[in-house]
């Protein structure tokens, strides 16, 4: 009995060595930018899509970083909130943050969760979706649209401006009185 144990413990210790390299794995090489947070807000471990977000080559170079170090200056008394709530184990959820790449601004849907329990040795868990790319073009949708709209309404303006003026000056009214003050 006790060898079938240590056997049955044997293979579940290796089916849990094989799952933790497989989760590891999964972290690493997903597409959305996470990292490990301590329960202070500080990075413990970044993936690699976290590393291109924040533009930089290696773990290290976010390792310790505390969150409000990789926001934008706009940004930095939100992140200062979010990481109040985290410490308070309230989640934040689709917030968007501007943050640091390299130097350049991004914009990112920032989340942030509590790991487990809340307490001295609490770690959080945080996601930066990046959607620059988004917000660019909804700048450029509503330039596109103001302008639309100015220019749709100038020649509308213009002739009722005309109208009025004929009117005014006493003008034949109806359709060939405004004909003739155009022509």
Do not use: C
């Amino acid at each position: 009995l006790r060898r079938r144990a240590r056997s049955l413990a044997a293979r579940m210790t290796q089916e849990l060595r094989v799952s933790a390299d497989w989760l590891d794995r999964l972290f690493d090489y997903a597409p959305v930018p996470y990292a490990l947070l301590d329960a202070q807000g500080l990075v413990v471990r970044p993936n690699k899509a976290a590393l291109r977000l924040f533009g930089v080559s290696s773990a290290k170079a976010l390792e310790g970083k505390h969150l409000r170090e990789l926001a934008a200056p706009s940004a930095v008394d939100d992140v200062e909130q979010y990481v109040a709530y985290f410490l308070n184990g309230l989640p934040t959820s689709g917030k968007e943050l501007s943050v640091l790449s390299g130097g350049e601004e991004r914009w990112v849907l920032f989340s942030l969760a509590l790991l487990g329990e809340r307490g001295p040795e609490q770690s959080g868990f945080a996601t930066f979706v990046d959607i620059s790319e988004r917000r660019e073009l909804e700048i450029a949708k509503n330039e596109f649209v103001s302008i639309a709209a100015h220019q749709l309404r100038m020649p509308i303006a213009t002739l009722s401006w005309q109208l009025e003026t004929l009117l005014a000056e006493g003008g034949e009214p109806g359709l060939i009185g405004a004909q003739r003050a155009l022509a």
